[in-house]
């Protein structure tokens, strides 16, 4: 099993040796082209009135679905299955989610790429401060912009700090993470650090969620999180916040559903309680007590035991929500949070079975096509020696699975795309909705296995800091 070398997200009841991070993978699937070049913006514009597109009529997608993976993000183009890279290996770790709005770009978490990660961003110049959400053009590369909540600490050489100080092992990476994200109708995007649960068990509850307030991204607000401890006025490494938080979506009416590793559930946040702007969250800190949260799912130990994942399905008005291990393992709920009746729920692995069968999957980011078609990760955890303390993910086992169904009928899950070290989230995006975001020029092929990414002995090339563009 690869020892995987920075936290994206952890898993509970596998210790460090389930420390999940988007490092390195294997062969990818399928592509066209071969490298992936252009800054200009390669936006999928809406069809109909006033739409264009970069690419003609009959080779426009449908949807495309995106995922992130070894740093980088890459994309499935339905119906023609051709996959490629959108941006190269440069940091991203996490839920991608694309701008409201006509401009294509997207953001994403982002933490330091290491050199011993084992891709082409351990090369790059870091961006500042060390942990935040980048800002992203639609064509895959970096603004220049990032989000972030201000603070002292940073890198030698940059000139912006972040308000989380390094772990104990003196790295930014398993100190913070910006796992899920979320815009809301007013275009204020919402994210979740989950901070240092890492693969730790029990996970800590020092998770937080920050709101950074459209249209310019440039005003941050923790409005939950940690309540004592830790350090600094926003409690960064306290307790008393959210255990393990994963993937976002929101619900029909603006609530923000937000899934707990560490709790078992999924929790609501009534949207009418979240600050209107900066100036009702003085010094970036929402007031304690202001946010109105309540359980929208709680799952237990066996029936959804490790939450982790949420999407809206549009073909019943209702949501999934998956889970690592447990049977099922993803599972249908309504409006209020309460299993749909008669609705299929997707198999999964028992505890006893986790990380026994080569051809199984352990669901964590999902999301759906308009047609209900849905994809999810696999995190594709593996046990050595059969012993439940010493599982992680497998090397180069990460997959992107697709299930379609017939008169309400799952399709068995299938991959579309594999040979990754820890892909996390899934993001479809509809053409003739919004701006997509797409390459341009010569499309890529998606890069993993140890041979695309060989390990580097050093770190950037330089200790100034990350500009725009492709990191070159």
């Not at 913070?176 to 994210?191: M, P």
């Not at 070290?421 to 997509?436: K, M, R």
């Amino acid at each position: 099993m690869h020892t995987v070398c920075r936290s994206g997200v952890g898993v509970i009841l596998v210790s460090a040796a389930l420390a999940m991070a988007a490092c390195s993978s294997g062969p990818g699937t399928s592509a066209v082209g071969s490298t992936a070049s252009g800054s200009a913006a390669a936006t999928l514009a809406p069809g109909g009135p006033g739409g264009t597109s970069s690419l003609p009529a009959p080779q426009r997608p449908a949807y495309l679905v995106y995922w992130d993976q070894n740093e980088e993000v890459d994309f499935l183009s339905m119906p023609s299955g051709a996959t490629g890279v959108l941006m190269p290996a440069w940091d991203l770790n996490g839920q991608m989610c694309v701008l409201p709005g006509p401009s294509g770009r997207f953001v994403g978490g982002y933490d330091p790429t290491l050199p011993s990660q084992n891709n082409p961003g351990g090369l790059l110049p870091y961006k500042q401060p060390p942990i935040g959400e980048e800002l992203d053009r639609a064509n895959g590369s970096f603004s220049g912009q990032t989000l972030y909540v201000p603070g002292p600490y940073k890198y030698p050489g940059e000139t912006i700090g972040g308000d989380t100080p390094r772990a104990p092992d003196g790295s930014f990476n398993s100190a913070s993470t910006y796992t899920g994200c979320v815009f809301d109708q007013h275009g204020n995007l919402f994210a979740d650090d989950l901070a240092t649960a890492q693969g730790s068990f029990p996970p800590p509850n020092d998770g937080r969620l920050v709101e950074w307030f459209a249209p310019s991204y440039t005003q941050s607000c923790v409005v939950s999180g940690p309540a004592s401890g830790g350090a600094g006025a926003h409690h960064a490494d306290g307790t008393g916040g959210f255990s393990q938080p994963g993937m976002l979506a929101m619900a029909d009416n603006g609530d923000v559903l937000l899934p707990q590793v560490g709790s078992q559930s999924v929790v609501r946040i009534d949207h009418n309680s979240f600050p209107t702007g900066p100036s009702a969250c003085p010094g970036g800190s929402y007031p304690t007590g202001a946010l109105k949260t309540s359980v929208f799912f709680q799952g237990n130990g066996t029936t959804l035991p490790f939450p982790a994942g949420i999407a809206k399905d549009p073909t019943c008005d209702c949501f999934a929500i998956s889970s690592f291990y447990g049977n099922p393992s993803i599972i249908w709920v309504d409006q209020n949070g309460v299993p749909v009746p008669g609705h299929v729920t997707i198999p999964g692995q028992t505890l006893a079975q986790l990380g026994q069968d080569p051809a199984g999957y352990n669901p964590f980011g999902l999301a759906f096509a308009p047609d209900g078609t849905l994809y999810f990760v696999d995190i594709h955890i593996v046990c050595q020696d059969n012993q439940l303390t010493n599982c992680g993910p497998g090397s180069y086992q990460g997959r992107v699975m697709k299930v379609t169904f017939t008169r309400g009928v799952p399709s068995t899950p299938s991959p579309v795309a594999g040979g990754f070290d820890f892909p996390t989230s899934v993001t479809v995006c509809v053409p003739a909705h919004q701006n997509c975001p797409y390459p341009t020029g010569a499309i890529a092929r998606p890069s993993s296995g140890p041979s695309e990414n060989p390990e580097h002995g050093q770190g950037p090339r330089t200790t100034a800091p990350a500009v725009s563009g492709f990191g070159h």
